[in-house]
């Protein structure tokens, strides 16, 4: 089971730290994602990690503000935002991969219940 924290209420400009953790299983073996959801709209990609840790990858409009990362030793997945802004409001996801570390939903099949943060203008 994967459970995503660290989702809050901020001010615009201001930083959040998302976290998701492993229980009963291991996350080291495998490719890990973030992704968002906007109320009403589908979910998109955030960012994805190698189960290396040694690659990251974006979505384009996110590059320079969010940092993904992960401690295979404590089987743990974060996902640091800065400089948020009203559009960054979404439910956030952390997700397994069965394919590498993509960013198509389709590809992850494993997905935490998600942490909600809302970034107020």
């Known amino acids: 089971q994967l459970q995503a924290s660290g989702g809050g209420l901020v001010q615009a400009g201001g930083s959040l730290r998302l976290s998701c953790a492993a229980s009963?299983?291991?996350?080291?073996?495998?490719?890990l994602g973030w992704f968002r959801q906007h109320p009403g709209k589908e979910r998109e990609f955030v960012a994805a990690?190698?189960?290396?840790?040694?690659?990251?990858s974006y979505a384009d409009s996110l590059k320079g503000r969010f940092t993904i990362s992960r401690d295979n030793a404590k089987s743990t997945l974060s996902l640091q935002m800065n400089s948020l802004n009203a559009e960054d409001t979404a439910v956030y996801y952390c997700?397994?991969?069965?394919?590498?570390?993509?960013?198509?939903?389709?590809?992850?099949?494993?997905w935490g219940q998600g942490t909600e943060v809302t970034v107020s203008s």
């Open positions: 009963g299983g291991t996350l080291r073996n495998y490719g």
């Open positions: 990690i190698h189960w290396s840790g040694g690659t990251t």
């Open positions: 997700a397994k991969s069965l394919q590498g570390y993509s960013g198509v939903v389709a590809h992850y099949d494993f």
